[in-house]
């Protein structure tokens, strides 16, 4: 038996709700290889599917969220895994159409685990998840494209938000200029701590675009947060520069216009995490055990439990999460 945080649905008001439950590893779903989880987290992915609804992303109950974990090898039937081995998963709907991480065990496909690079633990691949590593392929589009540290300051929205403070301490630490949108004044400290040195106040920056193309401020941006910042940074941006847009917690819309894209030659870079393909998560890990300090990255966990569960997925929803939550499920 193993302890696993299992939602389950009311028949009668059509609302999930999760508890810590004892499974057996025969009720885990196929797969070639089963991984015992040491740490999972609370992506704003895992807020969604923890709310009585599902956020529209888990398919069926009961079942097991958790979007992430890293972990150890128990058993498998594929050649490229054996029992030891250390790996993490991302991505590929797992926690949302799959169970995922918020268990002692789990069982998955092969192709979705990368193994673990030498020089990152369990517990520091999780301060990093989803959310971090989503961080990282942003920078690495962004330099794909073109960015380079002395053109300028690269802007992070939703900077104390998950994506936005690993994204912070890379750029700092590969010798970009920081500039972070925060709506949490109180986390300037934090924030600079990170390296960022200039702090944008949300409110700033998150009005309806009244000029389609303002004063060119941003070398880079990593955006997490869409909606009207997003299409405010996109008019603020230098000649030729990139944005690469990651998330949506300021809204999915984006009310632009396509003026900065025509005069500016300003692009906009796509990022999915969940489908990326094996050998750019591999180059993303590297890079993330290369480019992120342990000790900026220890300064943005929060560590937590499986019974804490419920009100931290509350509280990423409505945006009161710093940094990275580390939930150790054991
Ligand atoms: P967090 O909640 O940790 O961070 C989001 C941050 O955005 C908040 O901390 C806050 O930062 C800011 N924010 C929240 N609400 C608003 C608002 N209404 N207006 C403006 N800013 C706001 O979430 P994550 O970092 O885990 O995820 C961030 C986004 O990235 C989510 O939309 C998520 O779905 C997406 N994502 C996408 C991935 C992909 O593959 N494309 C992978 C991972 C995440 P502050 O307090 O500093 O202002």
Known sequence: MFKAFLLEKDDDSGLAAGQITDLSEDQLPEGEVTVAVAFSTVNYKDGLCLSAKGGGLVRTYPHVPGIDFAGTVEASSD??????????????????????GYAQKARVKADWLVPLPDGITARQAMAVGTAGFTAMLAVMALEDHGLAPGQGPVLVTGAAGGVGSVACAILATLGYEVAGVTGRPETEGYLRDLGVSQIVAREEINETVKAPLERESWAGCVDAVGGDMLARVLGQMRYGASVAAVGLAGGAKLPASVIPFLLRGVNLLGIDSVMQPYDNRLRAWERVARDLP?????????????????????DILAGRIKGRVVVDVN
């Open 79 to 100: 050649d490229r895994y054996k029992p030891g081995d250390r790996v993490v998963l991302t991505g590929w709907r797992v926690g949302e159409v799959h169970w995922g």
């Open 294 to 314: 342990l000790d900026k990255l220890e300064a943005m966990v929060q560590p937590a439990s499986l019974g804490d569960l419920p009100q931290l997925g509350e």
